[in-house]
């Protein structure tokens, strides 16, 4: 049986919070939908830290879930500030980058 590939799932958190954790678990089912296993570290991580005063905690538990996954996908319309260092990090790790837009475009943006 083939092992199924990680993904780390990169969408804007901060501004609605509320709709951007509704659409980020939209997102982890889409991952799913496509026979991967979705890490989407912003469903859980405010469960129990504060973005506010744990932001820099948290920015290091995102890049240390990254760096154990084997793509990371962008959704949304908007790249955020967070979301670039996660995509930069992932380009940097040599980890493929997908951007998939609202309308369901797809392009690589960084390749192995």
Known sequence: MREKKIVYVCSPYSGNISLNTERAKIYSRMVVDRGA??????????????EETERDAAIEMDL????????????????????KR?????????IPVRRITPTGQEEWICTK
């Open 37 to 50: 296993i979705p890490v989407t570290p912003h469903l859980y991580l405010p469960l129990f830290l504060d």
């Open 64 to 83: 240390a879930l990254l760096k154990r996954c084997d793509e990371l996908w962008a959704f949304g319309d908007a790249i955020s500030s967070g979301m």
């Open 86 to 94: 996660e995509m930069k990090e992932a380009e940097n790790l040599g």
